[in-house]
């Protein structure tokens, strides 16, 4: 949540898993018993904790009376903490309230306000509330709350999870996640590590989003996980990760969807990383909020509201652990796949757009739609067409791209396509990073297109670190036009080696 530098996410997944809902879904009426988490077997990829020598450092729990508590635990666990949210109002022995300006981080629009306006118990939930308020002046003004455990209940490795609804409406951007406790401990973000455990779009609320962020240049692993049917704004679901020395799990209904285990934490100018699995080898804490705005979610419009509906209910948080952590792990040698070239040296993979894809998935070209932008893309003809009735509020609004390029540093390169418009317009392409803080392998290069096909080349030399993860993007969105483009005969080739 915290990721000022990102643009937007869904390109660093895992492969899209679809399911059903386990367990923890339904009506709030339901008994909270009822949603207690799957139990959930550790991978194989795990850590063994057979021989583990360190005991898991517990978080204090004289707030909560943990020995009374009706609460199910998952086997090979303990809780040490949790919250059910039936006082009359949040305990200042558990949680913060957070105070923020607008614009602090995302270029979001909500200030966050330390009241019971925006952040509150209702019912046997904590309800955060985004509000708009339009002044003298006629202009909206946005308030929310965000509200935190930090030096009251921090925790190092174990389950963490919560049962929650989230808010439905363009602009939202509801999160459950987790920060350090010290966050200069390792040095400012992103080297300090953040772990979001749920982020769902309030325009897309049948995909959720779990994420790692770390690094200097700041990096990121994801993954993505979508309903079959229903929406995380129709029920409750139990979002959670599973937190050892050397791996993260994250789970929707006691499913894993993602897991990752390579991460560093280095700042710029430094020769070493500090040892692995540092910087997720110090307490953090957890975080609820909803943001309004930004650069990922963009901005409200008139139909988003601001009722019921644009509220976050969380049914509980809860911490469980491990007896104890072998926090004697190996980082996993970092080995990277290079997709290979087809008969011609072209590494794009449906260059002609002689197959009709699936642009939704994350098998070659996708088409993506962020931040008002509205449209859709068709392949037929041997050529990609983008009809965009919306360009929305930013150059990436409408966009196609196709991920896993193959970047080895020292390499040139040449990237070249035809395209033309129905009206003349430009467009904007380059090579991006999105594994790498979205920095650039080919610059964006802002083209002019007319209503008759064109050929564009651009050569480069790559001089970053080696990337099997390089994008191809056309960006189409606010660029004063919402004419139709045509693109066809794409190519990246290596011309040296």
Not at 240 to 250: C, K, L, S, T, Y
Not at 370 to 386: H, M, Y
């Amino acid at each position: 949540m915290r990721k000022n530098s990102k643009r937007f996410a869904a390109v660093i997944t895992a492969a899209l898993l679809t399911g059903s809902c386990l367990t923890g879904c339904g009506d709030k009426d339901d008994d909270k018993t009822t949603a207690a988490p799957a139990t959930t077997a550790v991978t194989e990829a795990a850590v063994s904790t057979e021989e583990a020598s360190t005991e898991a450092p517990a978080p204090d729990t004289s707030a909560t009376d943990v020995a009374e508590a009706d609460v199910p635990v998952p086997e090979g666990y303990h809780l040490v903490w949790h919250d059910e949210f039936n006082a009359a109002e949040l305990n200042p022995d558990d949680w913060n309230y957070e105070t923020h300006e607008v614009g602090w981080v995302n270029h979001e629009l909500q200030e966050y306000v330390p009241s019971t306006d925006y952040a509150f118990v209702k019912d046997g939930e904590l309800v955060i509330q985004p509000v708009k308020v339009i002044k003298d002046d006629g202009k909206p003004y946005y308030y929310s709350g965000r509200v935190n455990t930090q030096n009251k209940h921090d925790i190092k490795y174990g389950r963490i999870e919560a049962r929650l609804k989230v808010p439905t409406g363009r602009g939202f951007l509801p999160a459950f996640w987790m920060m350090p406790q010290e966050e200069q401990f390792y040095g400012q973000w992103p080297c300090c590590g953040e772990i979001d455990i749920m982020e769902v779009l309030g325009n897309q609320t049948d995909t959720l989003y779990g994420t790692l962020h770390y690094g200097e240049p700041h990096k990121q692993n994801q993954g993505t996980y979508k309903l079959e049917s229903g929406s995380f704004a129709e029920e409750y679901h139990v979002f959670a990760i599973e937190w050892e020395p050397g791996e993260i799990r994250w789970y929707c209904d006691g499913q894993q969807y993602y897991s990752t285990n390579d991460w560093f934490t280095k700042k710029l100018g430094q020769a070493e990383p500090k040892p692995y699995p540092a910087p997720f080898n110090q307490p953090f804490h957890v975080i609820l909020n909803v943001a309004v705005g930004g650069d990922w979610p963009g901005n409200p419009d008139d139909t988003t509201p601001f009722d019921e509906t644009a509220a976050m209910y969380v049914d509980y948080v809860r911490y469980y652990q491990k007896e104890s952590y072998d926090e004697n792990v190996e980082k996993p040698v970092d080995e990277l796949v290079f997709r290979e070239a087809d008969e011609t040296g072209n590494f794009v993979y449906n260059s002609d757009f002689s197959e009709a894809e699936d642009l939704s998935d994350d098998v070659n070209w996708k088409f993506l739609l962020f931040s008002e932008g509205e449209g859709s893309a068709e392949i037929k003809d041997n050529e990609i067409v983008i009809t965009s009735t919306s360009e929305g509020t930013e150059e990436y609004s409408v966009q196609l791209v196709q991920p896993q390029m193959p970047m080895e540093k020292g390499s040139s390169y040449r990237f070249s396509f035809e395209a033309y418009a129905e009206e003349p317009r430009t467009m904007i392409t380059d090579i991006s990073a999105p594994d790498v803080d979205w920095q650039r392998y080919l610059i964006d290069r802002k083209i002019d297109l007319t209503t008759e096909y064109q050929t564009f080349t651009f050569e480069f030399k790559m001089s970053k670190a080696s990337d099997d993860n390089g994008r191809i993007e056309f960006n189409m969105g606010k660029q004063g036009s919402t004419a139709t483009i045509h693109i066809r005969n794409v190519r990246l080739e290596k011309i040296d080696q």
